[in-house]
């Protein structure tokens, strides 16, 4: 593994007991940073905050990330905790399950563009304030490949995506002079739990769309989000970093 220098940065990653967050987490703390892991599900966060123990400094808050009382608790935990915010990963997400726009419920779908976009604004809208005090900071926010496709049967995450790829565009040119960083990355599909809410015909139709014809690690997410949040990455914001297996054609 590459090293990347993020002693003394404090981040926090939303969705981080599992899947990508949590080896995003896993690849801060090797790094040096110390890190907040923000997620709804409070047994998952004791597991991963367990298996981490011996890695870094490490909290866990249990949040609703659609929320904003909700997210300011847990930022004043963090700072309390931490003492400053340098980093913020919006990873935290949901896919809704599968079907035809015109089969999907409308609660469905609003939560699905609530969890993936709505909260993402909410975090960034929470913590940006903390960083402009520092004159520095890193956000990264994890978009799909769906997001600049469009996946059929997935109408909800596919819009939801597409708006964080926006989101991300507009608040790094909001930032660009601030020393505050925006990116998101674009990656294919990861075999993670998130599987467990797609249907098999569903999970066929995203690995014969890949052209390395293998679903991306969750390690190979990390140490691209890793780079977006060090100092190495000094002059790329508003972007979109792809990490599709050769998917992405733009």
Known sequence: MNKIDLNGRVAIVTGGARGIGYATTQRLLES????????????????????LSGAGKLTTTVVELTDEISIAGAVRAALEAHGQIDILVNNAGITGGNGPLWELAPDVWRRVVEVNLIAPYLTCRAVVPEMLKRRWGRIVNVASIAGKEGNPNASHYSASKAGLIGLTKSLGKELAESGILVNCI???AARTEIFDQMTQ???DFMLSKIPMK????????AAMIGWLCSEDCAFSTGAVFDISGGRGVY
């Not at 040096?32 to 298996?51: F, K, M, Q, T, Y």
């Not at 293998?214 to 997410?221: S, T």
Request: glycine fraction near 6%; charged fraction near 20%.
């Open 32 to 51: 040096g940073a110390s890190v907040a892991i923000w997620d709804i599900d409070a047994g998952r966060l004791s597991e991963a905050a367990a298996a």
């Open 186 to 188: 674009t990656p294919a």
């Open 201 to 203: 015909q569903h999970i």
């Open 214 to 221: 293998r679903f991306l690690q969750v390690d190979e997410a």
